[in-house]
């Protein structure tokens, strides 16, 4: 049983190296904020869920802190990306795009509209 856990943890640490590296190349090849945020908020969290689920099959004794981790990463990092995205665009920060598409901006008029 003990073999199957190490082969588990190695893989798992693998896949989370993987997504975040992955994550780092999604931030430097985009080409703007929110898609540079979209891609290292995704990547970044299944890597790092990833990373600490495979250290949590090499060291079983870590199994509860470390589920504790991944509930907080799984919790944080959307919340954060979503602040620092909003807070970009109040301050007007417009993203790169060619068809300057803009719903949340129609939403925003909406509200006033109403109020």
Not at 43 to 60: D, H, K, Q
Not at 70 to 76: C, G, K, T, V
Request: hydrophobic share 50%; net charge negative.
């Amino acid at each position: 049983m003990g073999i199957f856990l190490v082969y588990f943890g190695y893989f798992f640490v693998t896949i989370g190296a993987i997504f975040l590296f992955l994550g780092a190349l999604g931030i430097y090849r985009m080409p703007d904020l929110y898609t540079r945020l979209q891609a290292g908020t995704k990547a970044s969290t299944l890597g790092a869920m990833s990373l600490i689920l495979g250290v949590a099959f090499l060291e079983p004794d870590w199994w509860i802190k470390l589920i504790i981790m991944i509930l907080f990463i799984a919790f944080s990092n959307p919340l954060s990306s979503h602040a620092i995205a909003r807070g970009s665009y109040k301050h007007n920060l417009k993203p790169f795009s060619k068809e300057q598409i803009d719903a949340y901006e129609e939403v925003e008029e909406s509200k006033e509209e109403q109020e």
